[in-house]
């Protein structure tokens, strides 16, 4: 594989769409193929399943299926979009990749974080990324800039706050393969950080 693949991955509303867009944009201008691509979705499977396990109309969800039911979006993900784009040389920005399903099936829901990455690295073949971004906010904030919340937003406060300290927990362990942004300072500032540490990777 010659490719690059980057995960952003963090709470509702800590904007990394806008970092995923502003990141896209300078790495296209440098001359790379970049492929901007989400989870759970990226494929028509993938997004079928987003819809089921985000809608509200399933509040109470058994836990373990929930977290089956992202692993199985994830895996067609990997296979069809994401192992493709890598074996072509592109730069894979995805919104969100296994770390989700650690820190908010495993932590948060309390499902084991040993377990749930298992059961994604079955469904992937084991695919990790190359770098992963954590956009780092209180919850407190981030949570209050959330409209419209899907069904895992609607969790209560110490769900998203179990879910940020788990990022930053996973972040800590792995300097190299982690990047942790501060998300309470400007979205340009965050940019240049991140633009920073990955130009360094690319090179
Ligand atoms: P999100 O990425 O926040 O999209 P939007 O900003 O459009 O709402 O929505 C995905 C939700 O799914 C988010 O609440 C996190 C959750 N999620 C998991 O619980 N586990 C996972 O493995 C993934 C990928 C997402």
């Not at 490719?3 to 790495?27: P, R």
């Not at 079928?48 to 509040?59: F, G, N």
């Not at 469904?123 to 990790?128: D, E, Y």
């Not at 362990?173 to 400007?186: C, E, K």
Request: aromatic share 6%; net charge negative; hydrophobic share 40%.
């Amino acid at each position: 594989m010659t490719g690059y693949f980057i995960a952003f991955e963090g709470g509702e509303g800590v904007g990394k769409s806008t970092q995923e867009a502003l990141l896209a944009d300078y790495l296209t201008q440098q001359g790379h193929v970049v492929l901007r691509t989400r989870e759970p979705g990226g494929t028509p499977a993938a997004e079928q399943i987003r819809d089921t396990v985000l809608s509200r109309a399933h509040e109470g969800m058994n836990p373990q299926s929930e977290a089956l039911l992202f692993a199985a979006a994830r895996g067609d993900h990997v296979a069809r979009v994401v192992r493709p784009a890598l074996a072509r040389g592109d730069v894979i920005i995805s919104d969100r990749y296994i770390d989700s399903s650690i820190s908010y099936q495993g932590y948060a829901r309390a499902l084991g974080a040993d377990r749930i990455k298992d059961l994604s690295m079955w469904a992937t073949g084991g695919l990790l990324p190359d770098l992963t971004i954590v956009m780092a906010l209180d919850p407190e904030v981030s949570m209050k800039r959330v409209v419209n919340p899907d069904r895992l937003e609607s969790e209560p406060m110490q769900y998203h706050r179990d879910v940020a300290d788990a990022f930053l927990e996973i972040a800590a362990q792995d300097p190299n393969r982690y990047l942790i942004v501060d998300a309470a300072g400007t979205k340009e500032e965050s940019a240049r950080v991140i633009r920073e540490r990955v130009m360094q990777e690319l090179n």
